[in-house]
C-alpha cells in the first residue's frame, strides 16, 4: 500500500508570492490533517479535513486556507508568503472514524523557503 | 489554549543507559500518542494510549498515561544507537479533530 505523498519536496518562493501544496493521502483514508514544523514552535496544526470538510483548524491566519477533494487529496495554499512561514509543512493521513485513536500517516513534507 | 510541554528538550547519553521522557499538559486529552521523527522523514506512530493509567510496553519502551489523562511518559531501557531521534507526544483534544504536538526531545546515544 503507497504511503502518504507530498508535492513539491521542496520549493522556494520570495515574500509576498502564493503557494499551494498537496498531499494525497493513503488509498482508502478519508482524514488529512495538515501541520507546520519549525526549530522554535516544533509542530503545530494547521487544520483537519474529513469527506471534503474542515473538521477542525489551529490558530494561523487566514493567509492558510486548504480544501479536500473527492478522492481525499488535499491541498494547502499559503498567500502573501512571509519570511516566517519558512518551515517544513507535513500532512497526514488517517480513516478518519476514530479520531482519538486513528493512526496519523505523515508524509515526508514540503520543505518550503520564503526568501 | 492547550499546551504540551515536553521535557527534556535535548539528551545526549551513552549506549546502556535508561532515560524517561515527559509530556505534561493542564488539558485533558482523550488520548496520548508518541511519535519518533528520522531527519527529512515525518513522524511515525509508536503507541497510542488511552485510558488514564494505562502503561503500554513496545521491547525496550515503557509508556505511560497519567491517571488525570493530562500527562505522559516514555522511559527507554538500556538506549542503543538506534534510539536516537526526535521523539514527540501529542494529544488528541476531546473533540478528536485536532491533534496537539509537544515540542520535542531530540536524543542522540552514543556508542
Known amino acids: 500500500k503507497a504511503g502518504v505523498t507530498q508535492t513539491p519536496r521542496y520549493l522556494i518562493k520570495t515574500r509576498g508570492q502564493q503557494v499551494t501544496l498537496s498531499c494525497s493521502p493513503i488509498s482508502g483514508h478519508r482524514s488529512v490533517s495538515w501541520y507546520q514544523q519549525t526549530p522554535g514552535q516544533g509542530l503545530q496544526f494547521l487544520f483537519e479535513?474529513?469527506?471534503?470538510?474542515?473538521?477542525n483548524k489551529g490558530n494561523f491566519p487566514g493567509r492558510f486556507s486548504g480544501r479536500q477533494f473527492s478522492n481525499s487529496r488535499s491541498e494547502m495554499n499559503v498567500s502573501t508568503l512571509e519570511l516566517g512561514d519558512s518551515a517544513l509543512y507535513l500532512c497526514?493521513?488517517?480513516?478518519?472514524?476514530?479520531?482519538?485513536?486513528?493512526?496519523?500517516?505523515f508524509g515526508p513534507g514540503t520543505r518550503l523557503t520564503v526568501l | 489554549t492547550q499546551l504540551l510541554e515536553q521535557s527534556p528538550q535535548f539528551l545526549s547519553i551513552q549506549e546502556g543507559e535508561n532515560l524517561t521522557v515527559y509530556c505534561n499538559s493542564s488539558?485533558?486529552?482523550?488520548?496520548l500518542q508518541w511519535y519518533r521523527q528520522e531527519p527529512g522523514e515525518g513522524p511515525v506512530l509508536l503507541v497510542t494510549?488511552?485510558?488514564?493509567?494505562e502503561v503500554k510496553k513496545l521491547k525496550r519502551l515503557t509508556f505511560q498515561f497519567g491517571d488525570a489523562r493530562k500527562d505522559s511518559s516514555l522511559h527507554i531501557t538500556a538506549a542503543q544507537p538506534g534510539d536516537t531521534g526526535l521523539y514527540l507526544c501529542?494529544?488528541?483534544?476531546?473533540?478528536?479533530?485536532?491533534?496537539?504536538f509537544g515540542a520535542g526531545t531530540r536524543l542522540f546515544v552514543k556508542a
Open positions: 479535513y474529513f469527506s471534503e470538510t474542515q473538521r
Open positions: 501529542a494529544g488528541v483534544d476531546a473533540g478528536g479533530f485536532k491533534t496537539i
Open positions: 494510549v488511552v485510558t488514564g493509567g
Open positions: 488539558s485533558v486529552f482523550s488520548s
Open positions: 497526514a493521513s488517517s480513516s478518519g472514524t476514530a479520531p482519538s485513536t486513528d493512526t496519523q500517516y
